[in-house]
């Protein structure tokens, strides 16, 4: 399906380029005064012309637990809003026509796995989870497609199909090897969440209490961890992660971080919402906090409006700069959603909201939307391009850390022992 092409904008400042393909009409800087509809068609064409890329969504997840992962009847291109279970669930969002109706070129589709199976079959339940994304990708061809690079992106919006991508979520689906986490790459990942509501034996969480002192933020092996990712060309998202690991990977990684679903600290004083000082250090490592939908993210209550978005987009442009702030709303993992923005395909309303504020131009608005997570991924393959040389990881993880926590492994003999 392509995007819906769109009718005329009459109004006010047109913005004066050269000769433009089609008949895609061109942004425009709208009054501050301008009707509502006029704001709409105006963020509709700058989503027309930009890509929007969303940072984190987990209707896979939900595919776990309403199909137990059976896609036989299950169409991503269908309208899911008239369909059980999705219908009434307030935890379900998306489908290719909202995706293609938000106007969104590029969804970051969350492989997620539970806190409760680490030391478990984490790995088994993280491999089929990547398994039912690429399954359900290549089954509506004509919509959507796997993409692997920033280039990926920028061909697939040209095209008109929405481009996949796939994150991990979190860290403990790495089982403490550097071989998944090179695996991971290999399949198609490209950005890994640190840690979820769990510590690993290697990363401090933000949600389970301080972990023991000697193991707050990142140990050495999670330093190599980042140094591994860099080397790949994975991102490192530290949505979910504590401050002290968020400071540990901002003095350790080479290359830019992401927030894949993250909101500000200051305006909802929870521990999973990013800090004024991790904000305001965040132009020196280039990355980006991708803002969270979730209303107990937002205002810390049940309750949300697209004002509270754009009032955590606007702390974040004024902490870190208008460079590093996207959208990650998170559509699929969450049950409350802000009036006005109820499922994937409400993005257009978010802009024609801060059109309304003349501080935002149009090319900062181009950032927002998928610009500034865009750059992040280029520096971030760049890195990759620049660290060819350096030879994979071989660290193992020290016994120490594990050992107690994780009993039930293979443990291998000795090497002298005869294996007849
Ligand atoms: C999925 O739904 C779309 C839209 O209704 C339809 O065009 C397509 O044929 C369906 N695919 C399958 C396999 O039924």
Known sequence: MCRATLVAVGVVVAVVRGSSVGASPLPVRVSTQATHQHRLDAARALLQESPLIDGHNDLAWNVRMFLHNKLHSFNLSSDLTKQKPWMKSPFSHTDL??????????????????????????????????DVVKRMIA???????????????????QRGRVASLMGVEGGHGLANSMGVLRALYDLGVRYITLT????????????????????????????????EMNRLGLMVDLSHASGHTARDVLRTS???????????????????????????SLAVNGGIVMISFYTNFLTCGEVATIQDVVAHINHVRSMAGVDYVGLGAGYDGINRTPEGLEDVSRYPELFAELLRDPSWSLQDLKK?????????????????????????SEDIIPIHDIETRWPCRYKFASLNDART
């Open 97 to 130: 026509p909202r995706l293609h109706r938000g106007q969104v070129a590029a969804q970051f589709w969350s492989v997620y796995v539970p806190c409760e199976s680490q030391y478990l079959n984490t790995v088994q339940l993280l491999l089929e989870q990547i």
């Open 196 to 227: 979820h509501k769990c510590h690993t034996p290697w990363a401090e969480c933000s949600q389970a209490g301080p972990s023991p002192p000697n193991t707050r933020g990142l140990t050495p092996y999670g330093k190599e961890m980042i140094r």
């Open 368 to 392: 927002l939307a998928g610009l500034n997570l865009l750059r992040v991924f280029q520096r971030v393959e760049q890195v990759r391009e620049e660290l060819l040389a350096v030879m994979p």
């Open 139 to 157: 089954s509506s061809p004509g919509d959507t497609v796997l993409v692997r690079s920033s280039a990926g992106i920028m061909e697939e919006f």
């Open 254 to 280: 080479h290359a830019p971080v992401i927030f894949s679903h993250s909101a500000a600290r200051a305006l909802c004083d929870i521990e999973r919402n990013v800090p004024d000082d991790i904000l305001s």
